[in-house]
């Protein structure tokens, strides 16, 4: 029998082969799961392969001794691991709970080798019946589950389905688009204006960007970031806007007006890289922009994962003189805990925890009282997603700052922007 050298798991050869007759011999249903262990590699680099080498260790002897039901278990290669698991009298809605116990304790176990760092299991998950016989397919179908899933801390584990299939088809689609608008440089812009509060007046705006298909139809960012993060290639696409909105900037400088701050999303894919704080500053420098003209937006899970290193990134970016907001707060597992050690300016609270806590009494007390608290510890809050003049006088009492939102505008072209807002 073969086994992986490191973790003593079965290799991949041999799970396939171990999988193929375990079902055929018993005809019942099983789940195929994959997984692997998200931002490995940053473990191995950081923290050296010993370590690395040990956490693959610890969590392949989890996935043998702990996992109800695990019939096999494998190390296909690097950080990747299957896993065949029978669910007889389970039904799916366990399985689930059960994959985000799994993950709690797997969290654990990894930032007990390194501390401050509590990697994502990403985890993709093939239910089978007891009829199957091309495992094979069956692993790659749980791998596509898993590829689909990276990055969203919000679900415990992606299920396969036939729908995948079409992400899948459309991240091919997506890629060359944007190495085509990339390149010719007409990847679009759009601006979102952020009114305060209190003067009912524009204090800032927000950069988000579109892609334009060879038929002219815009592309929405929820068809192409999922993309762009899995090749990497988003941090082109930040940098664009980065360098798009220093321009717009400095030609408001030049043309005599005093520019308002205009936000820019950082996708988590950045802090991998050790000149992040560098590039971001030379390429302002180059445009000649004033660090105060600009807001770094980042989703409030970039935090969960290898604290101490972004918190010092974030801390050398705000140093400079940037400001830095966590966005879409309140989307996925906040905590308040997280807020009180977080270096940042700013929180955006998201559209859907917005929508959430206007429908009710409840609701609003909550937000209310979640402002009260950031706002006590010197936070600025926007509340995103605010469409109606009801849900702006509510957020407005619970003492928000400032709305983005379609109530005021929707995101815009720069030009239209300018002309609406911008007074020369
Ligand atoms: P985000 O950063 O949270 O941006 C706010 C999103 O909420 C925008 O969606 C905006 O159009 C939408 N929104 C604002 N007000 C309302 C409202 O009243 N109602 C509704 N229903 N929606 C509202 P958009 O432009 O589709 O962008 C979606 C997400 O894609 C952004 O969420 C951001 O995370 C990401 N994104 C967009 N452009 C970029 C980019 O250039 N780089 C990176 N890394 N991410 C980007
Ligand atoms: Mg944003
Ligand atoms: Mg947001």
């Not at 998950?125 to 791998?143: H, L």
């Not at 990847?187 to 979102?192: A, D, H, P």
């Not at 321009?247 to 701050?261: A, H, M, Q, Y």
Request: charged content about 25%; proline content about 3%.
């Amino acid at each position: 029998m073969q086994n992986d050298g490191l973790t003593g798991l079965l290799t991949f050869e041999e799970f396939v082969s171990q999988a193929g007759a375990v079902i055929c011999a018993h005809n019942k249903p099983y789940i195929v799961a994959a997984g692997d262990i998200g931002d490995f590699h940053y473990i191995n680099i950081n923290y050296g392969y010993d370590v690395g080498d040990a956490i693959l260790c610890d969590i392949a002897e989890f996935f043998r001794m702990f996992v109800p039901n695990a019939v096999l278990c494998s190390r296909t290669h690097s950080d990747h691991f299957l896993l065949l698991v029978n669910i007889e009298d389970i039904d799916s809605e366990r399985v689930l709970r059960e994959v985000k116990r799994l993950k709690e304790v797997a969290k654990d176990i990894i930032s007990k080798r390194v501390k401050g760092v509590s990697p994502n299991l990403n985890i993709g998950i093939n239910f089978i019946d007891g009829e199957e016989t091309n495992i094979v397919a069956a692993v790659d179908k749980a791998n596509i589950a898993r590829r689909v899933g990276k990055g969203n801390y919000n679900l415990p584990c992606v299920v396969y389905s036939e729908h995948l299939m079409d992400i899948k088809e459309n991240s091919a689609k997506i890629l060359p688009i944007f190495d085509d608008s990339f390149r010719n440089e007409s990847i679009r812009v759009y601006l979102q204006p952020k009114i305060s509060s209190e003067t009912q007046r524009i204090i800032g705006a927000e950069a988000l960007s579109r892609l334009v298909d060879s038929n002219g139809n815009i592309i929405p960012p929820s068809n192409f970031i999922a993309a762009l993060e899995k090749t990497g290639k988003i941090v082109e696409l930040d940098f664009y806007v980065l360098s798009f909105i220093c321009k717009l900037i400095r030609k408001w400088i030049n043309s005599g007006i005093e520019p308002i701050t205009i936000s820019f999303n950082l996708s988590r894919m950045h802090f991998y890289s050790n000149t992040l704080v560098e590039d971001i500053i030379r390429l302002t420098e180059e445009h000649n922009v004033p660090p105060q003209y600009l807001e770094i937006e980042v989703t409030e899970s970039v935090f969960f994962e290898a604290q101490e290193m972004i918190i010092s990134k974030v801390n050398a970016l705000r140093d400079y003189g940037f400001k830095v907001s966590v966005d879409d707060f309140g989307s996925g597992y906040s905590s308040l805990s997280l807020i009180g050690v977080l270096p940042v300016d700013v929180v955006k609270l998201d559209k859907s925890f917005v929508r959430e806590s206007l429908k009710s009494e409840r609701g609003n007390e909550l937000m209310r009282g979640l402002i009260n608290i950031l706002n006590e510890i010197d936070l600025e809050i926007v509340c995103e997603g605010v469409e109606t003049k009801e849900e702006e006088s509510i957020v407005n009492k619970c003492g928000c700052d400032e709305i983005q939102g379609y109530l005021y505008d929707k995101p815009i072209p720069t030009d239209e922007f300018e002309h609406k807002y911008i007074k020369a």
